[in-house]
Structure formats: C-alpha cells, structure tokens
C-alpha cells in the first residue's frame, strides 16, 4: 500500500462518479472505493488496483507497485493549486470549479488504451466502440483479482499483436491497432515518453501514427498521458462548450478561443476537461 498527498482540492468520489458515466470504461457503482485492472505500460503485467482517501489518497495494488500510474489516471501527478488562481481571475471557471469541487481530469488507463479508444470511436458511436473495446477485453483481456471481486485487464500491445485478428474489428483498424501497439512495445506510446516532449512535437508524433488524426493525437496526449496543458482547436465539443460559456459568436475566429484558453495556463487540459464534464 502506498499514499498519495493531493497538491490541492481533490475528491476521489467525483472520479468515480464521472467513471460511472464515462462510456470507455462504464465502471458500476459499488462504494467508495475505485477498483480498476490494467496493463502496466513498463512490462505489460496485468496488475489490479483498489483506490480510497481519507486524509490522504490509498493506493493498493495486487502486483507491483502502481503509484506513479495511479496518479497520473487520476490527475495526482499534477499540483492543482494553480486551479483556484485561475477560478480567481475567470468567472466562468471559478463556476466550474464550485460545481465539482475537487473533480480532476481522469484519464485512461495507460496511453495505448487510450490510442485503442480512438481508433475504435472514429466514424462510429461511443456505444458501438465501447462494445468493442469491451469485447476484445472479455475475449483477450485478464482476469484480474480485485477485493474479491474479477476485473479484466484490457489486453497489452504485445497479446494484441500475437493474437492477430481481434474480436469484431475490421480489418483496416485492425491493422492500425497493430501499428500502435508496436509504438507502444517500442517505448512511443507510453505516458512517460509523451509527456517528455514539447506539446507540438508529442502531437506531431502521434499524428504520425496509422490512424491517428489531429482530434486523436489530442486525446491520446490529455487523456492517455495526462498532458496537463494542451488546448486544441480540434476537439468540437470543448470549442461548443467555450461558445456556451463565454458567450463566443458561431464565427468565432482561432485567435478567440486560444485567448480564453491561454487564460487557463498550466492547467489548460483540466479546463477544458471541466467544461466538457459540466456540459
């Protein structure tokens, strides 16, 4: 068991209230308690994971320890304080911050999950990809231990590869999830190696990728990594939700919403993550 000292508000509840909704990963309802199973991104080991807090965030893990990845799931790795400067000086998000106090970006659950993620949801529901997504777990995932309770691990890159076709998924985005678990196993794809690099060129790397457009690059980056503070112009819900909350015309021009944005600077991703949550 490790213990993790949040910098700043944080509520694991509003993490697993926004998980339950969360159509990637649609975790049920139990207690207070977040209970979770993943690859390790260092070695592909399925390990298990049960989260609490009290004083502090608790961290315990069937396997190795996981704690510098439990903190960047959950936004731990980043001081938040900045967050109240920022509500100080901007109604809008000081508003957004009233309304879920201590609600954090939450991430993926490494960033080749995330990568699977938005390949799956390209051209297609999120209903219909998170069935996807879930059906390649249940069929090539592992079962995991958890509380006493099974919780499946989704699959590494390295099981994806070696099993060839995957469940449900068409041949073109198969191939592109074989392309990005490669990039994965060599060390590109990894959360550590993405948040080591400038903004500009981790999404140039990631658009390099089969399958990876600009809309993906960004997500696999915020919501893969934990890039704390990135704004884009290719996400249309959070540029609906800025118009929403600002009161920005249809027309508006780049230089508008990346005036609003830079107002957000270091925390750029978490509000634009607050915004899209309270949509």
């Given at each position: 068991?490790?213990?993790?000292?949040?910098?700043?508000?944080?509520?694991?509840?509003?993490?697993?209230?926004?998980?339950?909704?969360?159509?990637?990963?649609?975790?049920?309802?139990?207690?207070?308690?977040?209970r979770?199973?993943?690859?390790?991104?260092?070695?592909?080991?399925?390990?298990?994971?049960?989260?609490?807090?009290?004083?502090?965030?608790?961290?315990?893990?069937?396997?190795?320890?996981?704690?510098?990845?439990?903190?960047?799931i959950?936004?731990?790795?980043?001081?938040?304080?900045?967050?109240?400067?920022?509500?100080?000086?901007?109604?809008?998000?000081?508003?957004?911050?009233?309304?879920?106090?201590?609600?954090?970006?939450?991430?993926?659950?490494?960033?080749?999950?995330?990568?699977?993620?938005?390949?799956?949801s390209?051209?297609?529901?999120?209903?219909?990809?998170?069935?996807?997504k879930?059906?390649?777990?249940?069929?090539?995932?592992?079962?995991v231990?958890?509380?006493?309770?099974?919780?499946?691990?989704?699959?590494?890159?390295?099981?994806?590869?070696?099993?060839?076709?995957?469940?449900g998924?068409?041949?073109?985005?198969?191939?592109?999830?074989?392309?990005?678990?490669?990039?994965?196993?060599?060390?590109?794809?990894?959360?550590?190696?993405?948040?080591?690099?400038?903004v500009?060129?981790?999404?140039?790397?990631?658009?390099?990728?089969p399958g990876?457009?600009?809309?993906?690059?960004?997500?696999?980056?915020?919501?893969?990594?934990?890039?704390?503070?990135?704004?884009?112009?290719?996400?249309?819900?959070?540029l609906?939700?800025?118009?929403?909350?600002?009161?920005?015309?249809?027309?508006?021009?780049?230089?508008?919403?990346?005036?609003?944005?830079?107002?957000?600077?270091?925390?750029?991703?978490?509000?634009?993550?607050?915004?899209?949550?309270?949509?």
């Open positions: 068991m490790s213990d993790i000292n949040p910098r700043g508000t944080f509520q694991l509840s509003r993490s697993i209230g926004f998980l339950e909704q969360w159509s990637a990963t649609r975790l049920p309802a139990e207690d207070a308690v977040l979770f199973a993943f690859c390790r991104e260092s070695d592909g080991q399925p390990v298990g994971v049960s989260v609490t807090q009290d004083a502090v965030v608790r961290v315990r893990s069937t396997g190795p320890d996981v704690t510098a990845e439990v903190a960047r959950l936004s731990l790795d980043v001081d938040g304080t900045p967050l109240d400067e920022i509500a100080h000086r901007d109604p809008v998000v000081a508003e957004l911050a009233g309304a879920a106090p201590g609600l954090r970006p939450v991430c993926f659950w490494t960033a080749w999950e995330a990568a699977v993620w938005a390949v799956l390209q051209r297609t529901s999120r209903r219909t990809a998170a069935g996807l879930r059906r390649i777990g249940e069929e090539l995932g592992t079962p231990p958890v509380d006493g309770r099974t919780l499946i691990a989704f699959p590494s890159p390295q099981t994806v590869l070696t099993a060839g076709t995957l469940p998924v068409n041949p073109v985005r198969t191939e592109r999830l074989h392309a990005l678990a490669r990039a994965a196993l060599d060390g590109l794809l990894t959360a550590p190696a993405l948040r080591a690099l400038p500009a060129d981790a999404l140039s790397t990631l658009r390099s990728l990876v457009g600009p809309f993906s690059a960004a997500l696999i980056l915020i919501r893969g990594a934990g890039a704390p503070d990135v704004f884009t112009m290719d996400e249309p819900r959070t609906a939700a800025i118009r929403d909350a600002y009161g920005l015309p249809g027309d508006a021009g780049e230089s508008a919403y990346r005036t609003i944005a830079d107002g957000w600077h270091p925390l750029r991703s978490w509000v634009s993550f607050l915004l899209r949550a309270h949509a």
